[in-house]
């Protein structure tokens, strides 16, 4: 990457209306709805989209950052990445933490992310209905990755690209297809299409013992809200019924945690 | 629990002893080592604690939580509790959270949390070595509560009586036996003596899968610190090493996550 043309111009402005923009990015859904852009801060974000190929559109970067990082930024080929150099104090202005690392990044929504297409054959999803939690949604695209799941799909769950999930996927977001806003007949169409059989994960010592489950055929896993769990018209559609046998106080197994649990079972029968 | 005595005073100064006490107990590792109490806030975690019996010393509560709480509070045979009441605006000012819900106590460490003494026969114990994040501190005895574990076990890690910690535990921590700057030598002494095999878990291909481990006999599985994992001295030291093995980005496994999925493991054979 040619990086001379930061030779010279610093953005100092908030009122700059790339500056404005990504401010709004960070803050507002329907913001990012609209332009199908998401907000990335950091260095560790920023290199990993960048390393994964992702649909970067700008940086902002400030000056010191700029001194510290830019060997780092010429390995890469971005000839379709619009550079803004702003000031350190601009940085600190539109940082979302504490103490920035002043660099910034603006990514495009993959084309895939909205529309589930067609999954893999026997393969092996996460389907979040309804999770609320930024937190959770971002350990499980973590837990995902790691595990090596075929994809991740939520529906009518919270934001994927908002910053707290994508800060604490920790980049694997652009490693694993990562599906949102899809609604829930085109998941179980998609399974149906991919013979991939679906599980609801629930709350209720009727169901099957994930430990006794044969995910030799793949597998959707369905996990509910927080709170409230699958609502039952959602579980009566899946093929089968899932639960965690727990010995101790069943309230005390956080949603991503058991999502996680759930996801190391159905990747054991790879 | 006879509240009568709240009829009449009310403290509204933030230097009343008691209060500033309080105020450093949440601020402060070496005054909570320093007098073996930590505190605790929340409508949810004071009344799991004293559900739970555990050693609550101290309650203080704002008079609006008051009038709200006070037939729930009635309930509990409370006898050896001073109770406080104070302004609304002193309550918001010794919250640590935004938005407080007026519902403070100050709890002492149990007797057995600082002495490992005698352990379970055969018994299934998480080891946490030089684990630093709170968050993840939290996590893991929320999910051993739910998982059944014998206990958790910190040496040299985070403080577990940290505000942050105990808020994350949702309560576990007084459900569960937790031990706390237990030195590492009297652990593997302790399982010694109780017959416990000790597992290393470590990111080592050549390590056993813990897919294949039998833990017909308990165990105890050593987890190490978020960024280096365990020593070698240490892992040296466990009967077995033992590994997630990962088909995805093996960075991606968070503490947290690979501690609740080995636990998860452990309790399998019970």
Redesign the interface.
């Known amino acids: 990457m040619n990086l001379s043309c930061f030779d010279g111009k610093v953005i100092t402005s908030k009122d700059n209306p790339s500056v404005k923009l990504f401010g709004k990015l960070m803050t507002s859904k329907k913001t990012r709805m609209q332009y199908r852009m998401f907000p990335l801060e950091g260095v560790r974000l920023v290199f990993d989209a960048l390393k994964s190929n992702a649909p970067v559109r700008r940086i902002f970067i400030t000056e010191s950052a700029l001194e510290k990082n830019r060997e780092k930024l010429e390995e890469f080929d971005c000839s379709e990445i619009d550079f803004t150099c702003i000031s350190d104090e601009l940085g600190d202005r539109i940082s979302g933490t504490d103490k920035t690392q002043g660099i910034f990044a603006q990514c495009s929504f993959t084309e895939r992310s909205e529309e589930l297409g067609n999954l893999k054959k026997h393969g092996r999803y996460a389907v979040l209905y309804q999770l609320q939690d930024p937190g959770n949604a971002g350990?499980i695209i973590?837990?995902?990755?790691?595990?090596?799941?075929d994809g991740v799909i939520f529906s009518e769950s919270c934001d994927i690209y908002n910053p707290k999930v994508i800060r604490s996927t920790?980049g694997?977001i652009f490693?694993?297809p990562v599906f949102h806003d899809i609604p829930v007949d085109d998941i179980f169409l998609a399974m149906n299409n991919a013979e991939i059989d679906t599980y609801a994960a629930v709350v209720d010592s009727r169901a099957q013992d994930i430990?006794n489950t044969d995910f030799n055929n793949g597998g959707g896993i369905f996990i509910g809200n927080e709170g409230n769990g699958l609502p039952t018209e959602i579980s009566e559609k899946c093929t089968y019924k899932i639960t965690i046998k727990?010995?101790?106080?069943?309230?005390?197994?956080?949603a991503?945690?058991a999502t996680?649990?759930m996801m190391?079972e159905l990747?054991?029968f790879?």
């Open positions: 350990m973590r837990t995902a990755d790691a595990l090596g799941l920790m694997s490693r694993i430990k727990m010995s101790g106080n069943t309230d005390s197994l956080n991503a945690m996680g649990i190391w990747m054991k790879e």
